[in-house]
């Protein structure tokens, strides 16, 4: 559930992310060749202030993503025209791909365009930022905006006028509360003060939820994948090494994916093979995580020439030393001691790996464009609907600052965009795989684990909640639960998200949230904490006995 | 007196403007552009980037983004905020308005009770009390925020007491009155936090300067010609103790704008304290640059109050 959703979508995607719901659209039409469909829009759908949506809507919101602006920019990219016939009929011109209804009629949402034109009258126009927050929130979708505090909370209410009669929400009103700590987010559902957290807890706080009888935790596949980035790029000024394949390698057999996973995130993650993360639409069950065999790892070093120096730290046949710094985003404190715990394997191979952490800004500069760096620890957000996330190793993304890898793979790019104008969907999958399998074994990332959404809920106060999605019941993407949950008692339900960041697109991947997150737990902070005040006691005794 | 004041103004003035250029400066010597950061995403061309960049003027020659830096803080326009992409004053006043209303009182507080065990504690000087209070003292004073917070939430949870938010959020309050009443629940746990982690450094510092006071010969004066103690303290010693602690007052009373980072974060207080470290982790240079200068000069500003109160309150500052 995405606040995003008082507004309508031409059509939805259904809980395995294929696009199928219908939506505006109660009947839509893709042409043979994959470059043109036709959308057939309900004809009672009306905006909250009684203006009837229609198809003018739907060619305006369009324009509006296609704006070099916006977040959707690159979603709208191969539509060539959006033409409106009638009030109720919009027919869609766009390069070949199978991906149309996936990555643009089910994410684009339509937006009323006689509130909007006072402010963005010419939408095409690239000096115009649309940001969906800033205009007077005008929906046609199940829930209102009711009340709004930037940074705070949203309230929504439900839109008891809604065309789909069967998808009027059972709760009046759904508030979103942003908290900027997961401990208070967590104490606040301990309390009873709100009903539900999300998008996540951290495994810790999740086990000592377990306790409470009235509340569920939920743990299931998620958005987000953890990797190590190594900078292959051919004019990159990282390490030179780090360019032969041979030891990519064998720092990838150097990593007991399984163990690292335990001692991360316990049983809330899953060990990577594939970029794109288990439980989502484009997954690649074949691939299977590098073994973890030091010996092997050895071997392959030894083969390629890398002598051991004196100081256990290999050196080229040139005479560069596998010497590295291992960059980690210090907003995810777990991660730096994973980037720890992976050096140490290392160091057993011959490989020393100097780890730092640094915010995602100061790793951005290092990275882009001069490409200093050697290895970036990062995640990646996407959507689990379309296959997007492995553009990011396109040739042309290098100067874009979106791909770390610097990765140049002419083969890559060929079979990338032959996926765009695949003739059906498994041809897209198989294309996907494929590319996932050139990854894998070229390893211009070397994946670590893909990380549960753990989320949590008290299951006393309402019922019905849609856990059966990638994401977790109070995902973005996930639209069922907030439609289906029933109140028990109760009419009103509270659900907490951490950040506000939840707002944009869910089909841009960003920067996983500055929120300050804390993974210690509150029992660590009372025992140091007890030290330290007995410290101090006990030395201002012993200074006032001297006297 | 007036050419004191005067000059005073002058210094105040400059080092005001000195901030202006350093805030500039520093914020465009962090490592990181704020476009990479908002527009993670794949498949952004060069030439949509290269939009975003002029957009925000960002594409400009450094020297030129000052020019306008200059004039904009001037006129009193402090530009978009990179991140909300609305007015920084829009963004800013809010939070920073959120911040006082916690801090004031809680500053106030710690003021109050601070020096009051101070004057209690260096008047015992050397008893059990001197020694209960400033244990006391040091033990607040080194408490850290988070863990504090975070205790005083555990406690909260089963009585009911907010623990997190400033008002209770979907509540239709049917007078201003009640609302109050919501914010002031809200408030007590941080302004809790907030009053006892900063009361300490108020004690310590009025103890010691009773204890100094008391050995001066004036003091011994006071004793021979036969003056009660209490006399003394309230007459002679408190008056003269109190001075240091003006200027320790008046630089507590300027952060109360700048918000309370660890405070806020623990309890999600709306203030400007998070906003700050948010937005440092944006890049978000107008609002960094906003709250900068907001908090530049109200501390600025402070410091010349309490230069003056000085010179009203110790006749040996001298007045050229």
């Given at each position: ?5 008082v507004y309508d ?15 505006l ?19 009672n759908a009306t905006w909250s202030d009684g203006y009837p949506v229609t198809?003018q809507d739907?060619?305006y919101s ?48 339509i937006v009323p365009k006689h509130v909007w ?18 205009y007077p929130v005008v929906s046609s979708g199940?829930?209102e ?14 839109n008891?006028h809604y065309f ?384 | ?320």
């Amino acid at each position: 559930m995405s606040t995003l959703d008082v507004y309508d979508y031409l059509i939805r995607y259904n809980s395995t992310f294929a696009p199928v719901v219908p939506d505006l659209a109660y009947k839509w039409y893709v042409y043979p060749n994959n470059s043109a469909a036709v959308f057939y829009l309900v004809k009672n759908a009306t905006w909250s202030d009684g203006y009837p949506v229609t198809a003018q809507d739907v060619v305006y919101s369009f324009e509006v993503a296609n704006n070099s602006a916006s977040t959707y920019e690159p979603n709208v990219a191969g539509i060539t025209s959006v033409q409106a016939i009638g009030n109720y009929t919009v027919v869609f011109h766009y390069k070949p791909t199978l991906l149309f209804l996936a990555e643009a009629a089910a994410v684009i949402p339509i937006v009323p365009k006689h509130v909007w034109e006072k402010y963005v009258p010419n939408p095409s126009n690239a000096t115009q930022l649309t940001n969906y927050q800033d205009y007077p929130v005008v929906s046609s979708g199940p829930f209102e905006v009711t009340n709004y505090v930037q940074g705070q909370y949203i309230e929504l209410t439900a839109n008891t006028h809604y065309f789909y009669k069967s998808r009027i929400p059972h709760v009046q009103h759904i508030i979103i509360q942003f908290f900027k700590d997961t401990n208070s987010m967590v104490a606040a559902l301990e309390a009873g003060q709100i009903d539900a957290a999300a998008p996540y807890i951290t495994p810790v706080q999740a086990e000592a939820l377990k306790s409470y009888p009235d509340i569920t935790v939920f743990n299931g596949p998620g958005l987000q994948i953890w990797y190590i980035g190594i900078n292959v790029n051919p004019n990159g000024h990282g390490n030179p090494t780090l360019r032969d394949l041979r030891v990519r390698e064998a720092l990838a057999h150097a990593i007991n994916y399984t163990e690292l996973t335990q001692l991360i995130w316990g049983n809330f993650a899953t060990p990577a093979a594939g970029l794109i993360p288990k439980g989502w639409k484009y997954y690649d069950p074949n691939l299977k995580p590098y073994t973890f065999n030091l010996t092997l790892a050895n071997q392959i070093l030894n083969e390629a020439g890398y002598k051991m120096g004196a100081n256990g730290v290999r050196v080229s046949p040139n005479g560069t030393p596998l010497s590295y710094t291992l960059y980690v985003v210090s907003n995810a404190p777990e991660e730096v001691e994973a980037a720890n715990i992976i050096a140490n394997w290392w160091s057993q191979i011959g490989v020393q790996a100097k780890v730092e952490a640094v915010d995602a800004g100061t790793l951005a500069s290092i990275i882009w464009p001069n490409f200093t760096q050697d290895f970036d620890l990062w995640d990646w957000f996407s959507s689990p609907a379309v296959p997007t996330l492995l553009s990011v190793f396109l040739s042309n993304q290098t100067e874009t600052g979106t791909s770390d890898s610097g990765f140049q793979n002419k083969t890559y790019d060929r079979l990338y965009s032959e996926m765009m104008y695949a003739p059906n969907l498994s041809a897209v999958k198989e294309y996907a795989w494929e590319l996932q399998s050139i990854l894998y074994h070229e390893l211009p990332y070397i994946n670590l684990y893909y990380v549960d959404s753990i989320e949590a809920y008290n299951d006393k106060l309402f019922t019905n909640v849609f856990t059966n999605m990638t994401g977790g019941p109070f995902s973005d993407i996930n639209w069922y639960t907030f439609l289906q949950i029933q109140p028990v008692q109760s009419t009103s339900v509270v659900t907490t998200t951490q950040t506000s960041s939840t707002q944009t697109s869910s089909m841009t991947s960003s920067v996983s949230s500055s929120a300050v997150s804390v993974q210690t737990s509150p029992t660590m902070y009372i025992v140091v904490g007890a030290v330290v005040v007995i410290i101090v006691v006990a030395a201002i005794v012993l200074l006032a006995r001297r006297r | 007196m007036g050419r004191y004041v005067a000059k005073r103004a002058a210094t105040s003035l400059i080092t005001f403007v000195a901030t202006v250029v350093l805030t500039f400066i520093l914020f465009r010597l962090l490592p990181g552009d704020p476009i990479t950061l908002l527009f993670r995403s794949p498949l952004l061309t060069p030439s949509e980037i290269n939009a975003l960049n002029a957009q925000f003027g960002l594409n400009k020659p450094l020297y030129v983004q000052f020019l306008i830096y200059i004039k904009n803080v001037f006129e009193g326009n402090w530009g978009i905020s990179f991140y909300y992409r609305a007015p920084v004053s829009q963004v800013l006043f809010p939070a920073m308005l959120n911040s006082v209303i916690l801090l004031l009182p809680s500053t106030i507080l710690a003021v109050v009770i601070g020096v009051g065990l101070g004057i209690l504690a260096g008047w015992k000087r050397n008893t059990m009390t001197d020694v209960g209070i400033l244990s006391f003292s040091l033990v607040l004073y080194a408490l850290p925020t988070f863990w504090l917070g975070i205790l005083l939430i555990m406690l909260a949870i089963k009585t009911g007491i907010p623990v997190s938010g400033m008002v209770s959020i979907g509540v239709t309050f049917s007078n201003p009155w009640q609302y109050i009443i919501n914010v002031l629940k809200h408030l007590f746990l941080p302004m809790i936090t907030l009053t006892l982690v900063t009361l300490g450094q108020f004690s310590i510092i009025m103890r010691n300067t009773i204890l100094n006071e008391l050995t001066e010969d004036y003091a011994l004066a006071a004793y021979s010609k036969g003056m009660s103690d209490r006399r003394l303290l309230i007459k002679h010693i408190v008056p003269n103790a109190l001075l240091p602690t003006v200027t320790i007052i008046a630089i507590s009373i300027g952060t109360v704008v700048a918000g309370a980072v660890l405070t806020e974060t623990v309890f999600s207080w709306p203030g400007v304290g998070t906003l700050i470290y948010d937005s440092i982790a944006r890049r978000d240079y107008p609002v960094l640059q906003g709250a900068f200068l907001i908090i530049a000069l109200v501390v600025i500003l402070s410091n010349f109050v309490a230069d003056v109160i000085y010179a009203f309150l110790d006749p040996r500052v001298k007045y050229s």
